[in-house]
């Protein structure tokens, strides 16, 4: 269904994009094909007496596909042939009567504001098409970077975290949810971070934090264990960069945590020493 929708808008916008010879050329072509329609319906079927009601066709589209200047070209063209070939006497120019130059005037009066709304309402496709076209880009490319940072937090076995400290408002990744044990529908918070902090970390942890934010440093960098939702241990590497207001208050820290837990295990330790 969405391809088919696609598909259609493309249609839709494809005239108002038509380059300026191709407008011109299109409104003109298809008011003499019209006219031919008319003079034909006129002679095989019945004359219906009012030559011009079917004649804003041409001009409405011509003018919305193709803008004021083809509308126009399709109002002049179809004026003239009518006049030439609907309007008796047949095959002459001019008009005999004060009835056919009110209804022609009108007519051409008429043409011209659709003319004009055509003009506007093709502008409003183009705007309408170029913001879609804006919005499809904006949503590729958004599915881009999650893709890169998905792929990224796989490799590190991390996450990034957003942290609006000012109104306490807290972002996690996918990767930091899988870090933690949580489910990845999990609401994130402040409280529950703090409650993953492994007991022995949490005070000195929170203490360097406030520390940080009263020196009005912005880099944040510190190791320390965590308390999964599954009842296990590890050990992550916080990095993030403070943000801070006019007044030097905290507003915003963001950052990225990974795993290190394989670094801090007894014999990886030993080998880290003894290549130390």
């Not at 958004?142 to 792929?151: D, T, Y």
Request: charged share 20%; net charge neutral; proline share 4%.
């Amino acid at each position: 269904m969405a391809d088919t929708a696609s598909v259609r808008w493309r249609i839709f916008t494809l005239g108002p994009n038509l380059s300026v010879r191709w407008r011109y050329a299109g409104a003109a072509l298809f008011s003499l094909l019209w006219i031919g329609l008319r003079w034909g319906f006129a002679h095989v079927a019945f004359e219906d007496g009012y030559p011009f009601a079917s004649l804003f066709i041409p001009i409405a589209l011509s003018a919305f596909y193709g803008g004021f200047g083809p509308g126009l070209v399709s109002l002049l063209i179809t004026v003239g042939l009518a006049d030439y070939l609907l309007i008796p006497p047949l095959y002459t120019v001019g008009f005999n009567d004060r009835k056919t130059v009110v209804a022609t005037f009108v007519f051409a009066l008429s043409g011209l504001l659709l003319a004009v709304l055509g003009e506007a309402s093709r502008r409003a496709v183009l705007q309408a098409s170029t913001e879609a076209e804006i919005r499809k880009a904006a949503q590729q490319q958004s599915k881009e970077a999650e893709e890169r940072l998905r792929i990224a937090e796989q490799v590190i076995a991390g996450g990034v975290w957003d942290w609006d400290v000012a109104h306490g408002g807290v972002y996690w990744s996918d990767g930091f949810q899988r870090l933690c044990d949580f489910p990845l529908d999990q609401h994130p918070s402040y409280e529950l971070w703090m409650e993953t902090l492994h007991p022995e970390d949490r005070a000195l942890v929170t203490a360097e934090l406030q520390e940080l934010f009263r020196h009005r440093l912005h880099n944040w960098s510190r190791e320390y264990r965590i308390r999964t939702a599954n009842g296990r241990t590890r050990w992550v590497a916080s990095r993030g960069q403070v943000f801070y207001d006019a007044w030097g208050k905290p507003r915003r820290m963001v950052g990225i945590n990974f795993d290190i837990t394989a670094q801090h295990l007894p014999e990886n330790r030993a080998h880290l020493s003894e290549t130390g």
